[in-house]
């Protein structure tokens, strides 16, 4: 098929599996791309502990152009042993990139596809299929820092304007979904979780067709390992978010299979596997690369490509389901492996439908 649609996009690999993984979800969406008729143009850039190593910034500003010059970005991962307690971490550069972005809002999606898989019992996980919708550019990570050998402090801090519009993001991703919102905060103890409840619930007179309950994040916590069907949209600021999406990442057995969308106002959306950079693994070819092709499906999606991204999708769960395992769901398949997997189920799908 020829490829009348061209998009931009820039690829952070990032460190220890970072560069596995993204090497498998570009290599898919090549597929895709030949199969349904469009082409990306990749460019690769330093980004995190490899671009300390090679320049010093965790973000050198020829990797922000690039990334605001394109129509995507693909991150895979950064971090690991070697860089902690810089002056500037892979870490900064991470937040540094969001907030430059402008990336408020970050979709972390889990869908338990078999409940087998999962090492929670059966009847708890099956049927689960939940949205994390994750504030991305405040609270406690964005807080200015005091920090002390004797002492330290984060500051935790939202304004309205930052709540109201996740929370409208909450709100219409619901609407395409079951149509429950349930908004997750520690109201009981913290000033901005007062906030974030007030301000949630005047949004939620907007979308009356939307049903609305809050939960404290403790409570949260547990009801997502014991009874997670209860939840359509979880609708939470950034820490609690990071914390209940790797919970979440439980439901269906790994947090290599989960990806994310974090998006702004417009601009280039960033797509990346919701895990870190998995130093105990990084250069076996163990790793799952299935999270960060989940991000380059939200990637497409996002882009319009709406038929790639099902390819992409349908494809991983076709392996999965013969059997292509990584460890980390108890199978011996290799990062390469599984990623061939897919690009050969990608092909087939386009035979057929040919
Ligand atoms: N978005 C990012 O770039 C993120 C970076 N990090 C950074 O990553 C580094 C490692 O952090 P950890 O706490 O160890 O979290 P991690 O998510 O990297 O790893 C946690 C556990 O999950 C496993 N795991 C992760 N991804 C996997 C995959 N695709 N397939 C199979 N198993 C996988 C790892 O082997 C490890 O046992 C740290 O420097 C951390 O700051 C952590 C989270 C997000
Ligand atoms: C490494 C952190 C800055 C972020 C994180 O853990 C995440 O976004 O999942
Ligand atoms: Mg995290």
């Given at each position: 098929m020829t490829s009348d649609r061209a998009y931009t996009v820039a690829v952070l690999p990032g460190d220890g599996i970072g560069p596995e993984v993204t090497r498998e979800a570009v290599a898919a969406v090549d597929a895709a791309g030949a199969a349904h008729g469009f082409h990306v143009r990749w460019s690769t850039h330093d980004f995190g502990g490899v671009a300390i190593d090679r320049h010093g910034p965790p973000l050198p500003d020829a990797t922000l152009a690039a990334c605001r010059a394109a129509d995507a970005v693909l991150l895979g991962a950064v971090g690991g042993?070697?860089?902690?307690?810089?002056?500037?971490?892979p870490e900064t550069g991470l937040l540094a990139i969001r907030k430059a972005l402008g990336l408020f809002a970050n979709l972390r999606p889990a869908r338990v596809?078999?409940?087998?898989?999962?090492?929670?019992k059966a009847g708890i996980a099956a049927g689960a299929d939940v949205l994390v919708v994750r504030e991305l550019t405040g609270g406690l990570y964005f807080g200015d820092k005091v920090e002390g050998d004797e002492e330290a402090s984060d500051l935790c801090r939202y304004s309205r304007g930052e709540v109201e519009r996740i929370a409208h993001v909450a709100f219409k991703a619901a609407r395409d979904r079951r149509g429950r919102v349930t908004s997750v905060d520690k109201a009981n103890v913290l000033a901005t979780s007062r906030l974030w409840r007030r301000v949630v619930t005047a949004v939620a007179a907007d979308y009356p067709d939307v049903a609305l309950d809050h939960m404290y994040v403790d409570a949260a916590a547990m009801a997502l390992v014991t009874g997670p069907t209860r939840f359509d949209v979880i609708l939470t600021e950034n820490l609690f978010g990071d914390i209940l999406s790797d919970a979440l990442s439980v439901l269906p057995g790994s947090i290599g299979l989960l990806g994310s969308a974090s998006l702004g106002d417009g601009g280039p959306g960033m797509f990346e596997p919701i895990h870190g950079s998995a130093p105990d693994i990084?250069?076996?070819?163990?790793?799952?690369?299935a999270g960060a092709i989940e991000a380059a499906a939200m990637m497409l999606d996002q882009l319009g490509e709406t038929r790639a991204a099902g390819a992409l999708r349908q494809a991983v769960a076709e392996a999965i389901a013969g059997g292509v395992r990584t460890p980390d769901l108890g199978g011996t398949a290799r990062c390469s492996a599984f990623g061939a997997a897919v690009r050969g189920r990608i092909d087939a799908a386009a035979r057929v439908a040919a």
């Open positions: 042993p070697r860089w902690v307690g810089g002056a500037e971490t596809d078999d409940p087998a898989l999962s090492p929670l990084a250069g076996e070819d163990r790793a799952s690369p």
